[in-house]
């Protein structure tokens, strides 16, 4: 049994759309390269009918794992979420207590995470780390590179 994946209504139906362009617009592209490749003829030594298939092949593994995570997802009501404390799709001001500096992280669900604009994946390390916490609570985030030390300064949504 898999988790649930939380996702607001913008984020699954941007999903949604992203797994219907896929089904009909790309792989309906992929299987005509795919036809004319193979009116080309041997297809042992066929390179543009081994690429297409090999983009068919990525392409539907795309096409699985979006289909699975819109199966295990669930919209969360922004009307239920506690105003309080760090929960989905709350923006979050924290102290980086290492570098003495201020960021604000937006808790997101899948298909509206935008790293660049510090909207990032509840289930993220960060993510995770965030979520119960109440203003002035601090917290630790294992990552890659290290440990990093927050102090939680406002929480808004």
């Known amino acids: 049994m898999s988790d649930k994946i939380p996702m607001t209504r913008e984020g699954y139906d941007k999903l949604k759309a992203d797994l ?10 992929i299987t005509k390269r795919i036809a004319a490749a193979r009116e080309l003829g041997d297809l ?4 543009e009918y081994h690429a297409a298939r090999e ?11 979006l289909s699975r995570k819109l199966a295990d997802a669930f919209i969360i009501d922004p ?4 105003t309080d ?5 709350a923006k979050v001001k924290v102290m980086d207590l290492d570098l003495n500096e201020e960021e604000v992280f937006h808790l997101v669900g899948p298909g509206e995470e935008d790293y660049d604009q510090n909207r990032i994946l509840v289930s993220s390390p960060i993510g995770q ?4 916490k ?3 609570d601090k917290c630790e985030v294992k990552v890659p590179m290290g440990t990093l ?6 929480i808004g949504f």
């Open 20 to 29: 219907d362009r896929m089904r009909t617009t790309e792989m309906t592209e």
């Open 44 to 47: 042992s030594e066929n390179a």
């Open 55 to 65: 983009d068919q092949g990525m392409l539907q593994a795309r096409i699985d794992e």
């Open 79 to 82: 009307n239920s979420i506690p």
């Open 85 to 89: 404390q760090a929960a989905f799709g």
């Open 129 to 132: 780390a965030l979520l119960g």
């Open 134 to 136: 109440r203003v002035g």
């Open 149 to 154: 030390h927050f102090q939680i300064k406002e």
